[in-house]
């Protein structure tokens, strides 16, 4: 294949909803830019493929809700269908429990968490505090640790050892939805709607085209890729912090800026999707929902685009996704199949389909669903990444100021970083 070298005015190394929503804020503007993924496809930890029956799943990030205007717009922009999650019906407690008990169990780690975030994140006493050590110091009962736990650890797919008290506030506050965030999905997947975004760029869109290199030198930037090189005035790194750790800075970045990249560590979670002939659950008044305290970190709720496509997802989050994955698919699939079976009844184990996505270790996001600080004394990590290392920007949905780790975030994040460097081009 023959190397080609390109001059533009920006180049955005990360085609997920980050990258994508920068592009077209710059082609808004009349800006030349080119877009590089290092993948066959945009979206980044938006994914869809195909089932064993022949149908297109989400496989990665899926929901939304009326509370992420971005996002919604977006999706109405461009003609999808939004299918609302099914959740009449009772929700199931694991271990089980009786309704009420369960009921007073959530609101109970429901507590805990609003306590938690009626701290401010700069609170002096919390300071070094990892969310499980400031656990161990709350009065409440242990089941209401263990749902409140399982809660955490399930929504950002860490152990609570690891990540610091200030940090998981700050995200938490930054996350204001009112409606559930799984209120929809998108029936032609979220993924579709990357490809929208990507289709309107055009053959400024460059897939299977890592980036090896991002030198900085006089008048902007030099970006090696493995088809060739990007010469640019400005350079706009579109992907979670970890990974864009991993790249080859010449010279080398700041040591500040460096050591902020560096404190960031992937999710861990498991995706899987459980069709079945019927929803067997709705006849049985249940909605298909199950909260495990234990394990922590499982959830599944029911997921059917219509009737004739009844199914259930299934999340593992955090170290209970480490330690399953070690399994392989045979006994990774035996395993959940029982946890569903005896939370929801026989019935969850004649199913027609069953597909995995492991996102532990991805070779081009990390993991998921998002990246988090797990260094209690990088306070300042977040801002010093924004301030980048002109002309060279980051950008990704972990520093958005609204829904960090979410779709919305990375919309927000990317036309934030747009917005910037457009100023840095015309100047007021």
Request: net charge negative.
């Amino acid at each position: 294949m023959k190397r080609q070298a390109v001059r533009t005015d920006v180049a955005i190394v990360g085609a997920g909803f980050t990258g994508l929503s920068a592009a077209h804020e710059l082609n808004k503007a009349g800006i030349d830019f080119v877009l590089l993924e290092a993948r066959g496809r945009v979206g980044g930890r938006v994914e869809s493929k195909w089932n064993g029956l022949g149908e297109r799943i989400d496989s990665g990030g899926q929901f939304l809700c009326e509370d992420m205007p971005e996002l919604m717009a977006l999706v109405r922009t461009h003609g999808k269908t939004l299918v609302e999650t099914y959740v009449k019906g009772e929700v199931i407690a694991q271990p089980l429990t009786g309704e009420q008990d369960a009921e007073r169990i959530y609101y109970a780690s429901m507590a805990i968490r609003d306590r938690m975030n009626a701290i401010a994140p700069g609170d002096p006493t919390i300071a070094g505090l990892t969310v499980a050590a400031w656990l161990d110091r709350q009065n409440d009962p242990g089941e209401a640790k263990a749902a409140f736990r399982s809660m955490i650890e399930g929504l950002w797919c860490q152990a609570l050892e690891k990540l610091p008290l200030w940090h998981l506030i700050d995200n938490d506050r930054r996350i204001t939805n009112e409606m559930s965030e799984l209120q929809y999905f998108v029936h032609e997947t979220m993924q579709s709607l990357a490809d929208d975004l990507a289709e309107d760029l055009g053959d400024r869109l460059r897939l299977n085209t890592p980036v090896r290199t991002i030198e900085r030198r006089l008048g902007g930037v030099r970006l090696a890729s493995t088809t060739g090189s990007i010469t640019a005035r400005t350079a706009l790194i579109a992907m979670p912090p970890m990974v864009a750790s991993k790249l080859d800075f010449a010279p080398p970045l700041p040591v500040a800026l460096e050591k902020a990249l560096g404190v960031w560590q992937s999710g861990a979670v498991i995706k899987m999707q459980v069709r079945y002939p019927t929803a067997f659950w709705r006849a049985k008044g249940l909605s298909g929902m199950v909260m495990w305290r234990d394990p922590p970190a499982l959830f599944a709720c029911d997921v059917s685009k219509d009737g004739g496509h009844p199914a259930l997802v299934v999340f593992v989050g955090g170290p209970l996704a480490l330690r399953w994955r070690e399994l392989g698919d045979a006994a990774l699939r035996a395993e959940v199949t029982a946890r569903l079976k005896e939370a929801l009844g026989t019935d969850a184990g004649s199913f027609t389909d069953f597909s995995c996505r492991d996102w532990t270790d991805d070779r081009w996001s990390g993991g998921g669903y998002s990246d988090l600080i797990i260094d209690t004394s990088a306070t300042d990590a977040e801002q010093t990444i924004l301030a980048g290392a002109p002309p060279v920007y980051f950008a990704s949905s972990e520093l958005s100021p609204s829904f960090p780790g979410y779709v919305e975030g990375a919309i927000v994040a990317g036309r934030i970083a747009a917005q910037k460097i457009l100023s840095e081009f015309n100047p007021q």
